[in-house]
């Protein structure tokens, strides 16, 4: 696992994992979620790059 340079980013990109799994519905607990399906994990993870996307966009406006 890769080792954050700024300590404070590992909480900060938990509550975006955080927000990001509530935009689409899977209820993601603190600690272990290997219990979610693929589809639940992918819908995170890809909800979590089209928001990244989104603010580069619009801080190139």
Do not use: C, H, W
């Not at 693929?38 to 790059?49: D, E, F, L, R, Y």
């Amino acid at each position: 696992m890769a080792k954050n340079v700024v300590p404070e980013a590992k909480e900060a990109l938990n509550r975006f994992k955080m927000e990001a799994a509530s935009e689409v519905g899977v209820n993601l607990k603190q600690g272990y979620n290997g219990d979610l399906t693929s589809k639940q994990a992918g819908s995170i993870g890809g909800q979590m790059v089209k928001k990244m996307i989104e603010s580069y966009e619009n801080s190139m406006k």
